[in-house]
T-cell receptor, first 115, second 113 residues
Framework: KAGVTQTPRYLIKTRGQQVTLSCSPI?????VSWYQQTPGQGLQFLFE???????NKGNFPGRFSGRQFSNSRSEMNVSTLELGDSALYLC??????????????FGSGTRLTVV | AQSVTQLGSHVSVSEGALVLLRCNYS??????LFWYVQYPNQGLQLLLK??????LVKGINGFEAEFKKSETSFHLTKPSAHMSDAAEYFC???????????FGTGTQLKVEL
């Protein structure tokens, strides 16, 4: 069974640009969550999608958005990039409405560098 | 609001020694608790999870954790450290009905010969 796939693995963007990151969950998983990891703030929850609907949202500005497609693949978008957006962005998937019980499987992440 | 506190941002042990990584949680409702490990330039790998079925939880790679409600703790242990255990470990909490993990600040484990 293939794991959670995130593309691209590395990305360099310029301030003011926008970026789209992709996440393909484990086959059959319908819940996809996104997290931002930085040395200063640690791991922070961005948002979670289940069956194409956003169910939870973290405390991030509106520049951060996401969506989920009918095949459960998810994308997140960051517009008007700032230097502080440089981070490892992690995607996690789970196979039930309550990932608590079954656990969350993380991808290897996308390393975004904003210059 | 839920939170977890990991005591000790860096822990160093000798190979073969006991590993003890501390995690205390704060939750107004029965929590779901997790331990994850992260190797350099990789994502998070689930070590074990507590979902109220048993207070002593066994995970992968010889790790285990005990849920102690009276102490609001969920410490991670391994009887004998191996060089391959060197990584960063994160404790996380979630609430029933939610799919949002709140992570601790992480503990970097160093294993020395």
């Amino acid at each position: 069974k293939a794991g959670v796939t995130q593309t691209p693995r590395y990305l360099i963007k310029t301030r003011g640009q926008q970026v789209t990151l992709s996440c393909s969950p484990i086959s059959g998983h319908r819940s996809v969550s996104w997290y931002q990891q930085t040395p200063g703030q640690g791991l922070q929850f961005l948002f979670e999608y289940f069956s194409e609907t956003q169910r939870n949202k973290g405390n991030f500005p509106g520049r951060f958005s996401g969506r989920q497609f009918s095949n459960s693949r998810s994308e997140m978008n960051v517009s008007t990039l700032e230097l502080g957006d440089s981070a490892l962005y992690l995607c996690a998937s789970s196979d039930e409405r309550q990932g608590n019980v079954y656990g969350y499987t993380f991808g290897s992440g996308t390393r975004l560098t904003v210059v | 609001a839920q939170s977890v506190t990991q005591l000790g941002s860096h822990v160093s042990v000798s190979e073969g020694a006991l590993v003890l990584l501390r995690c205390n949680y704060s939750s107004s409702v029965p929590p779901y608790l997790f331990w994850y490990v992260q190797y350099p330039n990789q994502g998070l790998q689930l070590l074990l999870k507590y979902t109220s079925a048993a207070t002593l939880v066994k995970g992968i790679n010889g790790f285990e954790a005990e849920f102690k409600k009276s102490e609001t703790s969920f410490h991670l242990t391994k009887p004998s450290a191996h060089m391959s255990d060197a990584a960063e470990y994160f404790c996380a909490v979630s609430r029933s009905g939610g799919n949002k993990l709140t992570f601790g600040t992480g503990t970097q484990l160093k294993v020395e010969l």
